[in-house]
């Protein structure tokens, strides 16, 4: 069993949040499910849709035709009436109604005025939509209590079951089941995983797709203690977060696009300060302004080398919403062990993408952060960036000894702290520094194998792309075509083991990317020199669905 739905209106018409309830209907029903926005950068007016796939199995992805349309729009009729499968419905206003097949026109806005308020004609189409599903009623009290406010609440039920006798049964859901799953996005589980992983401070600048992790975390503040600023710019947001995590507070920024670009001059003080930092970098397609609330994978060149000079940095590709909540947490402690930047990227597609999944593991998680515990041996001439075996240098927080002085400065420096123009401390410190890079290879988590063993054809990919390939690789795998896909986490330092073992027997390799450039064949070959042989790239804006891959894998590489 599975069935896909599409949500589609201008904005200002409460397309999301009549979204997300029916999404909270459907989990409360005990299926998973996965639903992803698509929207214009525009407060009211424009097209934005969701839409919502749910199943009686797991789901990676939003799959290209559709069962159910509701339509509060005629651009919605226009723009996505070709999707519709065959016995799909369209459920619209009568005003709308024509003579398409499966177009159900009912009196939403009508019933809404007799109800006393025009705003809920979104609530009654869901009723029906529930009705047309076979869902009960039952249980749904709990979703209306959790997703409207109380002075709307009432009218809301009511409407929803003035929807739900509009229309009998269509589809054959199966029977349901007990709700055990948690639905969360992508920048939700990334602010949660902050949260676990001991996050204080975060100040950022509002940036679309960033911004939601900005949102959840200034509404957990009472609730956790957690400070959030919202600075003045970008460059302001990751200079403050500098400072706490100077000052030995866990601290994290995120921001999208040109905000990145803003925080590069701060990345090198992060740098060559051995401060702890870790940047979430939302990728939307560039370059200025872009596409602010559409999809790319476009940033990864420019990450790996954003700022001047020369510093480590660890790169982190985040896959899916539980991936993001663990490694949030794994950044964090990374960042601290190695005093060392660490990027964390997703994308739109990432970050505004929900689906369902068993509930973390908070028991798991551990808060790791390598200060200074005891007062110093030589807490009289405090070394900050002493020189050690291993290159990690004590990390004393300023004012937790008396009589400790920490001295950090952006010019290069000495053990202790002071300006230096000696080539030989030079030397020492910049060995000192990148040094991190080798002990970042005991770190790295290789990428993710999915598919048949000594794949004819082995894919590329990383980062939210993981769910899309994941599906098409089993969809072929299933048609008897032995082929398989690395799906990389970890990009920087770049793991080898499984792309060595996997490249070495496959006739084609072929990359998987939202950019134009191939930027992650591009990083692979100039690393290992294994060359991609084909590419499927995807720069519209739009995120890769399973049933895309599949066609354009048949068409341009088998």
């Not at 559709?66 to 369209?90: C, N, P, Q, V």
């Not at 009218?155 to 269509?170: D, R, S």
């Not at 001047?308 to 993001?324: A, F, L, Q, T």
């Not at 420096?413 to 970042?440: C, P, V």
Request: proline share 5%; charged share 25%.
């Amino acid at each position: 069993m599975e069935y896909s739905i599409l949500v589609g209106g201008a904005a200002g018409q409460g397309i999301e949040t009549l979204a997300g309830a029916l999404e909270k209907i459907i989990k409360a029903k005990g299926f998973y499910l996965f639903s992803n926005k698509d929207y214009m950068s525009r407060v009211r007016g424009g097209h934005n849709f969701t839409q919502i796939r749910f199943s009686d199995s797991p789901l990676t992805g939003y799959w290209p035709e559709l069962d159910i349309i509701m339509a509060f729009d005629a651009e919605t009729l226009k723009l996505h009436s070709e999707r519709l499968k065959k016995g799909g419905y369209i459920i619209c206003d009568e005003k709308l109604a024509g003579e398409k097949p499966g177009l159900l026109g009912l009196p939403l806005e009508k019933s809404a005025k007799e109800l006393g308020n025009p705003r809920v004609a979104g609530t009654i189409a869901m009723g029906a939509v529930a009705k047309l599903l076979g869902f009960s009623t039952e249980g749904l009290e709990e979703v209306f209590q959790k997703e409207y406010k109380e002075k709307i609440r009432e009218i809301n039920i009511k409407a929803f079951h003035e929807g739900y006798q509009m229309v009998t049964p269509l589809f054959d859901c199966g029977p349901e089941k007990e709700d055990r799953q948690i639905l969360i996005s992508g920048n939700q589980a990334l602010a949660l995983g902050a949260l676990a992983g001991g996050v204080a401070f975060y100040s950022g600048y509002p940036m679309t797709p960033s911004t939601s992790i900005m949102t959840y975390l200034s509404e957990k503040q009472a609730e956790t203690g957690i400070v959030v600023e919202q600075a003045e710019d970008e460059i302001a947001a990751i200079n403050m977060a500098i400072g706490a995590s100077y000052a030995g507070v866990r601290a994290m920024t995120a921001t999208s696009g040109g905000g990145f670009s803003l925080m590069t001059e701060a990345l090198g003080l992060a740098g060559i300060t051995e401060t702890p930092l870790v940047v979430i970098n939302s990728m939307r397609p560039g370059p200025a302004t872009g596409f602010p609330t559409r999809t790319e994978q476009g940033d990864l060149s420019f990450i790996l080398s954003a700022g001047h000079g020369e510093i480590p940095r660890m790169v982190i590709s985040v896959k899916n919403p539980e991936d993001g909540f663990y490694q949030i947490q794994r950044a964090l402690n990374l960042a601290d062990k190695y005093q060392l930047l660490v990027i964390v990227l997703s994308d739109q597609f990432f970050g505004d993408s929900s689906r369902t999944c068993l509930p973390f593991d908070f028991d798991s998680l551990k808060i790791e952060r390598y200060l200074q515990k005891d007062l110093p041996e030589d807490h009289e001439h405090h070394l900050r960036y002493r020189l050690t075996e291993n290159g990690i240098s004590p990390r004393v927080i300023p004012g937790k000894f008396p009589g400790v002085t920490v001295l950090a400065d952006s010019d290069e420096h000495d053990e202790r702290g002071n300006i230096t123009e000696s080539a030989e401390m030079r030397i020492a410190m910049m060995e000192k520094r990148m040094n991190k890079l080798k002990l970042l290879q005991e770190e790295l988590q290789e990428p993710e194998y999915l598919g048949v063993e000594n794949p004819q054809y082995l894919c590329i990919a990383w980062g939210s792309t993981q769910g899309p390939v994941q599906e098409a690789i089993e969809i072929l795998n299933k048609e008897g075509i032995a082929i398989g896909a690395l799906v990389f986490g970890d990009i920087w330092p770049l793991p080898l083991k499984n792309l060595e073992k996997y490249a070495a027997h496959a006739e084609k390799i072929i990359n998987i990317e939202q950019n134009y450039l191939g930027q992650m064949a591009r990083l692979i070959r100039q690393e290992t020199g294994i060359k991609c042989t084909d590419s499927i790239l995807k720069y519209d804006g739009r995120p890769f669905n399973a049933y895309e891959i599949v066609q354009r894998l048949k068409k341009e590489v088998f």
